[in-house]
C-alpha cells in the first residue's frame, strides 16, 4: 500500500470505524512485520512474511531501476500518524513515464504505470530530519487484465536482506487496495503531481 501526505484533517480520520478499518488493519499487517525487523543489521537475515513464487513469476515484479524515473513527491510518517506504526519514516514517491503521465492530469492510469514507495527510516539529529537504513520498497502496477479483481491495480511490498524480497500474498495485496478504494474517483492513487 501506499501512503502519501496528510491533511490538516487526516483522511484516515474520517474513514467510518468496522470491516474498513479492520481490513485496512490486515492489510499492513504484513508491512507492520517489515517495520518492526528495520532495527535488524543489513547482515542479519529476515523472516519472510509469506511464500511466495519465484521473482520471475511475481504479478508485481521488482521495479529495477525505479530510482532513475521521475520523483513525484517525499513525506515523513511521524509517530502519531494512524499508520505509524506500520509505515513510519521518510517516503519518496517514484513514478515511470507512464504513470507520470496519468499524474500530470490524463487518468485514469494507463496499463503499464508502475508508482513506487521507498521507505526509509527517518532520524532526527543534530537539528535535521535525515535518512536512515531502506525498510522497504512498496510497488502499485496497472494492468487492467491481469488485476481486474483490484480495479487494475496490483500490489507488493519487496523487503527481505536484499529488500528484493516478496513480501505480500495475494490476500495482503487484495488487501491494500481495501485501503486504496477510498480513492476510486481518482484511479485508486492517493497522491497528486505538484508542479
Known sequence: MIVHETRPTPRFARRPAGAAVAATLSALAALAALA???????SSPRPALVTAPAADKLPVAYPTGYRDWTHVKSMIVE??????????????LYANPTAL???R??????DGAVVVLDLLTTRH????????PR???IVMQKDSRRFAPTNGWGYQVFGGADLRQP???AAGA?????CHTAQATRDYVFSDWRE
Do not use: I, N, W
Open 36 to 42: 518492526a525487523t528495520a532495527a535488524d543489521t543489513a
Open 79 to 92: 509517530p502519531g500518524h494512524p499508520l505509524a506504526g506500520l509505515v513510519e519514516g521518510t517516503h519518496h
Open 101 to 103: 503521465r496519468a499524474y
Open 105 to 110: 492530469g490524463k487518468r485514469p492510469f494507463a
Open 125 to 132: 539529529g543534530d537539528l535535521a530530519v535525515v535518512e536512515g
Open 135 to 137: 525498510k522497504a520498497v
Open 167 to 169: 513480501q505480500l500474498d
Open 174 to 178: 487484495a488487501s491494500c487496495h481495501g
